[in-house]
């Protein structure tokens, strides 16, 4: 073949492919009548358990919207499937994924992954592209203040996670013969984004009340150990213990304080439905107070599920080795219902106008009410904590959900 010839050739195979490319829909990936959600998650890991959790709330929300007809777009109705990678809990992982799922695969839609620290490494690629992702599991209020205009996230910032467990010590503070500015609390937080956001919104909250902030401990991302940390809080008596280290730093913290026998008149913490510390430690994790995004005793309800119970009895149903649903599970499924919702009053594929219609969102899930501001995050719903009781969840704050007063102070160890 001629010089001459193999340049025509090569002419003529650019410019069929640059035709194909802009016959083919540049705006979603569609296989016939399914739409392409992509998602990198926590298979393996650090975050795979709450990886779990994620996925098993992804494809609830999918089967449960396909099994009523999916969603209607341009006058036609859509099924949803979500394209999954194992991210490894690895952020440069995760951003290579979201990379290989925009260029390689053509996914213009996004689910978010487990944690701020990967939602942090992928929201810039989707950014990038153009790509709107919504995502339930990445509370950091540092994904919020980048100017971000594709993120959307269903879930309640981080710094709200605890802060409401500073409150409710100080409103109870007169049943152990203190002022609020009396009490004295102790920290206990991962050195992730997450975690240290948590810890902001606590020392402002015990700011406020005056409260003295005794141990202020950065835990680091492997956490294995505590006990340095549990020293100083059975020499220095604080009187309320925040812990914040994931799935890991929740069982952690039960464990070892149990067999150090530490006494706090408060312990609250993250994570506790995720590690299943109800089930593995028994009646040794009661009266710990557990941040929660939701709870089946809510008065949420929509049109997929049903009531925040309905959605648990569903859960359940389709995942029997759940006794305790984790908030996990249920944030990411309502991820993929406001996509639903989103995509049904664009009526079109267009990134542009598919996120106008999420930056618009007002909506009511079973997981709560959801309304983004400019900036991304959801101002719409409050977190909630319950308290472990005879190794059930009882919601005890905010007061409009509270099934009962909290236990407060939480019995010593020589006295259970």
């Not at 083919?24 to 650090?46: C, Q, R, Y």
């Not at 099994?67 to 109705?77: D, L, P, Q, R, Y």
């Not at 701020?116 to 950014?127: C, D, F, H, L």
Request: hydrophobic share 40%; net charge positive; proline share 4%.
């Amino acid at each position: 073949m001629s010089r001459h010839t193999k340049f025509l050739t090569a002419l003529t195979c650019g410019v069929a492919v640059a035709g194909f490319m802009m016959s083919t829909p540049a705006n979603a990936k569609v296989e016939g009548d399914t739409i392409i959600l992509g998602a990198a998650l926590s298979f393996t890991g650090k975050y795979s358990t709450n990886g779990k959790h994620t996925k098993n709330g992804y494809d609830l929300a999918v089967k449960t919207v396909n099994s009523m007809g999916g969603v209607m777009v341009g006058g036609k109705k859509y099924k949803i499937k979500v394209q999954y990678y194992d991210d490894e809990s690895t952020p440069a992982r995760g951003a290579q994924l979201v990379e290989r799922l925009v260029k390689q695969d053509g996914v213009k839609f996004m689910l978010g992954p487990y944690s701020s620290g990967m939602t942090k490494a992928m929201a810039p690629v989707t950014e990038k592209y153009g790509v709107p992702m919504v995502e339930g599991n990445g509370a950091s209020r540092s994904l919020f203040n980048k100017g971000y205009k594709y993120l959307f996230a269903v879930l309640s910032t981080s710094e709200q996670y605890l802060a409401e467990s500073i409150n409710l010590a100080a409103q109870r503070a007169g049943e152990i013969g203190k002022k609020p500015s009396d009490l004295k609390v102790a920290l206990a937080m991962e050195n992730d984004p997450f975690s240290q956001d948590i810890r902001a919104g606590v020392l402002e909250d015990a700011k406020r009340h005056g409260m003295k902030v005794v141990i202020d401990d950065k835990l680091p991302k492997e956490l294995n150990d505590m006990t340095a940390t549990l020293t100083k809080v059975k020499a220095l008596r604080p009187d309320i213990l925040v812990v914040s280290g994931h799935s890991k730093g929740a069982a952690l913290a039960i464990r070892q304080s149990t067999e150090m026998k530490v006494d706090v008149s408060m312990l609250a913490m993250t994570h506790c439905e995720a590690a299943k510390v109800h089930e593995k430690f028994k009646a040794n994790a009661d009266y710990t107070l557990c941040a929660t995004q939701w709870a089946e005793t809510m008065s949420y309800k929509d049109k997929w599920f049903g009531t925040a119970k309905q959605f648990g009895d569903t859960f359940r149903a389709a995942f029997p080795d759940y006794g305790v649903i984790p908030y996990q599970a249920a944030e990411s499924a309502a991820s993929v219902l406001v996509w639903v919702d989103a995509l049904a009053r664009a009526n079109t594929f267009d990134q542009a106008k598919v996120r106008d219609a999420l930056a618009a969102t007002e909506m009511q899930t079973f997981y709560g009410n959801i309304k983004f501001a400019p900036t991304g995050q959801n101002i719409a719903k409050p977190m909630a904590l319950r308290q472990i009781v005879g190794g059930k969840y009882k919601v005890v704050a905010p007061s409009k959900w509270a099934e009962q007063p909290v236990i407060f102070p939480r019995p010593n160890w020589e006295w259970r």
